[in-house]
Structure formats: C-alpha cells, structure tokens
C-alpha cells in the first residue's frame, strides 16, 4: 500500500523563523510549538498551552558540551494551567541552579586557607 503525503503548517507566530511557530499537521488534532525560552511569557494568553502536553527541553551538557535533551509532560492541574505553567516552574528551577552552580564556581576560584 502506498503511503500518501501529509502537509504541515508552520506558523510563524511573531513573523521571524527565529521566534515562536505553531505546527499543524493535516488531519491530526494534535499542535506542536516551538517556543524559545525567552519567548515562554509572550504565551500566557494561549489556551492550547493551558492543556496536557509533552514538552523537550533542549541544552548542552556542562562537562562534556554534547547536545542533550529533557522530555518531560505535563497535565492540567487544579488551577487550570497545564504545560506552559510547568515550563514556567521549571525555568525558575532552572534560574536557581544555574545561580547555585555560579555561586559555587567563584567559591572554588577563592581559595581560602583555614590555617591562616
């Protein structure tokens, strides 16, 4: 049986390829985003992100600099926020890592020696 084609629509929700694009795919009720971190605040006014989802969270491992990837998901909580919610929470979890990880980085460059 051959297999037939499938269009996808990209939308490019601020006019840049850069910026945030939503994804349809012809006959699936399913969206994708692609949103960049700094770009997750512009969103709060979008309710397919206040549903359940999947969301990758992309990056680049601290000792070895290779490409990773955190899948994670998300449902609909008691408040009515959903995935842009949870992606909100962790980039604040994030923000105190990386803020501990710079705190601890200048503690090891000051040496202090307890014997003088």
Known sequence: MASR?????????DGDVSGRI????????GLA?????TALDMCKDRDELKQT???FLFGKDDTTDKSV???GQAGIRKNGEGILNRLLNIIEILKRIIGLRQ?????????LDPQK
Do not use: D, E
């Not at 705190?103 to 040496?111: A, T």
């Open 53 to 55: 989802g999947v969301y």
């Open 5 to 13: 084609g499938k269009s996808i629509n990209l939308y490019l929700m």
């Open 33 to 37: 985003f692609k949103i960049p971190r």
């Open 69 to 71: 990837v955190y899948v």
């Open 22 to 29: 939503k994804c349809t795919l012809a006959n699936w009720t």
């Open 103 to 111: 705190l601890q980085s200048r503690h090891q460059m000051i040496h």
